[in-house]
């Protein structure tokens, strides 16, 4: 992947969303970051649907990471429409949610997560969890 491969981050809380661009930072990973608000927002961009219809702008992402619990569409809903899409059915999508239940967890990977992380209360935690990402995303450690 190259430096310039684009992450989709599907997230509803402003705050998270911000935790996530620093630590992506702080990892050095400089991807350019587009934010969903919800899981629709995310399924139209997936989709290039509506504002989204402009690859140029809007470049197909590398790999989402989403939230669980989300107005409109869920997290759940992102991971089945992507895993029902033969053409990206194996974009990576890592879930990064604040649920610990062992159910959701399940449900996650069973609908195709490529991952799961319990979102971190701490900005150097979530640093050591983008990390692992990096070298996926641009070739080096």
Do not use: C
């Amino acid at each position: 992947m190259s430096p310039d491969a684009l992450i989709l981050f599907a997230e509803d809380d402003e705050n998270d969303v911000l935790l996530f661009r620093m630590a992506l930072r702080k990892a050095g990973i400089l991807n350019p970051v587009a934010h969903a608000r919800d899981g629709e927002d995310a399924l139209n961009y997936l989709s290039g649907a509506g504002s989204y219809s402009d690859r140029t702008q809007h470049p197909f992402p590398s790999i989402v990471f989403t939230d669980l619990k989300m107005p409109k569409l869920t997290g759940f809903d992102v991971l089945t429409w992507i895993r029902n899409q033969v053409q990206v059915k194996i974009l990576p999508a890592i879930v990064l949610s604040g649920s610990e239940q062992e159910l959701d967890k399940r449900r996650a990977f069973a609908l195709g997560a490529t991952d799961y992380w319990e979102k971190p209360t701490d900005l150097s935690d979530l640093v050591r969890l983008v990390r692992g990402v990096k070298l996926f995303l641009t070739g080096s450690p």
